[in-house]
């Protein structure tokens, strides 16, 4: 009796383990997460949620958030961030600030607001001045610097995770559901 409680026990630690983050293999395109009695936010607790991208090409993500009041209407930060090595996230795409307090709100967070900054730096070229070449005889040849913010075309992240973080002592959230999309960027 004593090994089937262990195995029963160990069976029901793996299944919690699962419930806890999402693996997208390679074939697998949409996931749900659905809320358990813990993912719940408030001001002295950060809630994360893990996902694993088995990817072998450029990805766009986009994240249907369902959650559920408890608060006074103080902000909740979310964020979509994905990382290398599971430990060092970046931000991918803007954050969401909600702020509600009626019962149910949905929202998402995507990657295809993300964007990256190019700049193209002065050029200089080499002029002789009377007197023979010297450290004075550079021509500038573009004095200004030219910025361009263009959509990223995808992301190849192997983990990303959804971030909520309460910024009052009232942003209360329960997190019903995490609908995730991954579509193939071209």
Request: charged content about 15%.
């Amino acid at each position: 009796m004593k090994k089937i409680i262990a195995i029963l026990a160990l069976f029901l630690a793996v299944l919690t383990v699962q419930a806890q983050s999402l693996t997208f293999g390679l074939n697998d395109f949409r996931k749900t997460y659905t809320g358990v009695a813990g993912d719940t936010l408030s001001s002295a607790r950060l809630l994360t949620k893990s996902i694993y991208v088995d990817k072998d090409y450029f990805y766009h993500v986009n994240v249907q958030v369902e959650a559920d009041s408890a608060g006074d209407a103080s902000n909740v930060t979310a964020k979509l961030q994905g990382s290398w090595d599971n430990t060092t996230f970046y931000d991918i795409g803007s954050a969401v600030t909600w702020y509600e307090a009626a019962a149910d709100t949905v929202f998402s967070l995507n990657s295809f607001t993300n964007t990256g900054t190019e700049s193209t730096a002065a050029h200089y070229i080499l002029a002789e001045n009377a007197g023979g070449i010297d450290a004075s005889d550079s021509l500038l040849v573009s004095a200004a610097l030219t910025t361009v913010t263009k959509t990223v075309p995808g992301l190849i992240y192997p983990y990303l995770r959804v971030y909520f973080l309460g910024a009052a002592a009232g942003a209360d959230m329960k997190l019903d559901k995490l609908r995730l999309r991954i579509i193939k960027a071209y």
